[in-house]
């Protein structure tokens, strides 16, 4: 047992110097420098500079375009109502019948006044016209011929007084039918058959609506006012055009297929808000829409001919504040450029500089690189197809 174990340890000696000699053959076989640098998959899109309207989305509210409240001229008692409540009505189509007897006596007396009165101017202009021809035969004295044409022309007066009355008595008549002053729809009415109404009193009798087309009026910051009123000059610099274009959707998210046609802006800034309110018109043929609905508007403010559109996810910021993406270089290699990303558009960034048409824009795998870094970058579309 003594002479073995020399023996023993004698070969493990040696098999430990064979594998130490060939380990000393495989890395001197391999040429120093040589390791090779394994590519971080990344993927990518390629930038395209395209024109791009900026848009803001504001809130806002449906008005009518026109609101006209409806009351009566003269007094007396309501004795029929001709319109059904919510339908549409023409303008002129009438509306209420007031009591009309005692104004149609009130225009028969008007008329007998005026038929009196044009027998007196008719008596005087023919004495005035015998008188005439007396003073110059000096029949009568001057005096005499004086007074005959003062009679005739307080005759003619009169005449006119009741001319005038009789076209007020027709005035009034015609007042006691209530007539619509605007086309539109109309509300409930306030009173009913029976009541008696007066030229004074401070209720209205209904409401009209003009809702075709309907005013839409937004709220817009203050700040984005200069830009909104820039987009719409024409190219010599004059308020030329009306924003069209203007897309809507109800508070529940239902898109109106109309769309609106900016009018104008507030000359105020509202000073609890700082908002300014714009207004716009839109169709409404069909009257499905209602005065008072909530509504979002995209309103066109800015205009970029030469643009970029890149994804959300490819823009980091750094403490400054400054935007970075990350360009796949010629070489590919891992570049990092500040660019100017102005506002965020649906997904992504709108940037207006620092980078160029075709570049190669890292949009994942950001956390696995750094400046200088080899890539194997992969088509970000081509992934999504997978």
């Known amino acids: 047992m003594a002479k073995v174990l020399p023996i023993f340890s004698k070969s493990v000696l040696a098999l430990g110097l064979a594998l130490a000699l060939a380990g000393c053959q495989d890395e001197s076989s391999t040429p120093a420098g040589q390791h090779q640098v394994r590519a971080v998959a990344v993927d990518s899109i390629v930038a395209h500079h395209q024109a791009v309207e900026v848009t803001d989305r504001l809130p806002g509210r ?3 375009y026109r609101i006209a409240e409806v009351r009566p001229q003269v007094d007396g008692i309501l004795l029929k109502r001709f319109f059904v409540e919510g339908s549409s009505v023409k303008k ?12 149609e006596v009130a225009l028969d007396s008007a008329k007998a006044d005026l038929a009196s ?11 005035a016209d015998r008188y005439q021809g007396l003073v110059k035969n000096r029949a009568i004295s001057e005096q005499d011929y004086e007074d005959a044409m003062a009679t005739y022309r307080e005759a003619k007066a009169s ?10 008595a027709q005035i009034n008549l015609g007042y006691t039918k209530i007539k619509a002053p605007i086309s539109g729809r109309i509300g409930k009415s306030i009173v009913s058959e029976g009541a008696l109404v007066t030229a004074a009193q401070s209720t209205y009798l209904a409401t009209i609506q003009q809702i075709d087309p309907l005013y839409v009026d937004l709220s817009q910051p203050s700040s984005e006012v200069l830009k909104l009123r820039q987009h719409a000059k024409d190219d010599h ?21 109309q769309e609106a046609t900016l009018q104008f802006a507030d000359v105020s800034v509202d000073e609890s808000t700082g908002t300014v309110t714009l207004r716009a018109l839109l169709p409404n043929k069909e009257h499905l829409l209602l005065p008072g609905l909530y509504v979002r508007a995209s309103v066109p403010v800015d205009y970029k001919e030469d643009a970029f559109l890149i994804p959300q996810t490819a823009v980091t910021r750094d403490e400054k504040g400054q935007a970075h993406v990350k360009i796949v270089g010629a070489d590919k290699k891992v570049e990092d450029r500040v660019v100017k990303a102005e506002r965020v558009i649906g997904q992504n960034w709108l940037v207006t500089s620092g980078i160029k048409d075709g ?7 950001l956390q696995k690189i750094r400046d200088g870094v080899l890539v194997a970058p992969t088509s970000a579309s081509e992934n999504k197809g997978q």
């Open 62 to 64: 449906t008005s009518a």
């Open 237 to 257: 610099g004059k308020q030329a055009k009306k924003l069209s274009g203007i897309k809507l959707t109800l508070d529940d998210g239902t898109k109106i297929t």
């Open 359 to 365: 570049d190669q824009i890292i949009v994942s795998g």
């Open 159 to 168: 005449v006119m007084a009741a001319k005038a009355k009789v076209k007020s």
């Open 117 to 127: 009165a044009q027998a007196t101017l008719e008596k005087a202009k023919m004495q």
């Open 92 to 103: 002129g189509e009438v509306l209420y019948q007031i009591d009309p007897s005692t104004y």
